[in-house]
Structure formats: C-alpha cells, structure tokens
C-alpha cells in the first residue's frame, strides 16, 4: 500500500523550475521528518532537503543550498520542494520519505537510512 505519493516531476532546461509534491496519508498527527532524495544512475543516493513538521526546521543539502526550498502546508500532511535554476546535474529519480524525529531533535538526511517509508519516485530530468 502506498502511503507517500509523489507529483510534479519532469523534464526542463537547465535554469527553469519545478515544484515537486509528497503527500503522504498515514499519521499526519505524528511529528516527523519528511525528506526529499535523489539518484541519479550509477551515483549513490543523496539527501537534498528535509524538514521537521514538527517544528518546521528545515534542512537543505550543499548542492543544492540556495535554489531548492522545502516546505509543507498547513495541515503537514503534503511537503514540498521547489526547484529553481535547475541544472543538468539535478537529473535524477527523486524520492519523498519519511521517518521518525532522533531524539536529538534533528532530522539527519544522509543517505536516508533513517528513514522507513519511502515513495516511488518521480523523474526529473534537466536539459542543457
């Protein structure tokens, strides 16, 4: 059974935009972290932004710091991540997850192995 749905995926050219949606259906009353990750082919996969719903801290990856944003609406049951001045090298399958708050209080991207529901991803694909 799917829980976290993905939209918003596609192809551009390098310096255009895209705003990719998870909506995920389960115990959208629970605080956790939702994140968004990619894989390109032959590459490991990468974290690229995250967010607490709880407090709404949000957490971005270097590569992508300053042109992509997380966000989630109101009713923290649908995260967002826009993507501006996209590159050729942000191809890639991009995954929604979601995972439990550390108890530290910080959602860790990494490689996503905190984590334990995943989408089915979406492509996006960026021209040059």
């Known amino acids: 059974q799917v829980q976290l749905v993905e939209s918003g995926g596609g192809s551009v050219q390098a310096g255009g935009s895209l705003r990719l949606s998870c909506a995920d259906s389960?115990?959208?009353?629970?605080?956790?972290?939702m994140g968004w990750f990619r894989q390109a082919p032959g590459k490991e996969r990468e974290g690229v932004a995250g967010?607490?719903?709880?407090?709404?801290?949000?957490y971005v990856g270097d590569s992508v710091k300053g042109r992509f944003t997380i966000s989630q609406d109101d009713a923290k049951t649908t995260v967002y991540l826009q993507m501006n001045s996209l590159k050729p090298e942000d191809t890639a399958m991009y995954y929604c997850a979601a995972g439990p708050v550390p108890v530290s209080g910080g959602c860790i991207l990494g490689r996503g192995t905190a984590f334990d529901a995943w989408g089915q991803g979406t492509q996006v694909t960026v021209s040059s």
């Open positions: 389960r115990y959208t009353d629970r605080r956790r972290c």
């Open positions: 967010i607490d719903t709880g407090t709404g801290r949000t």
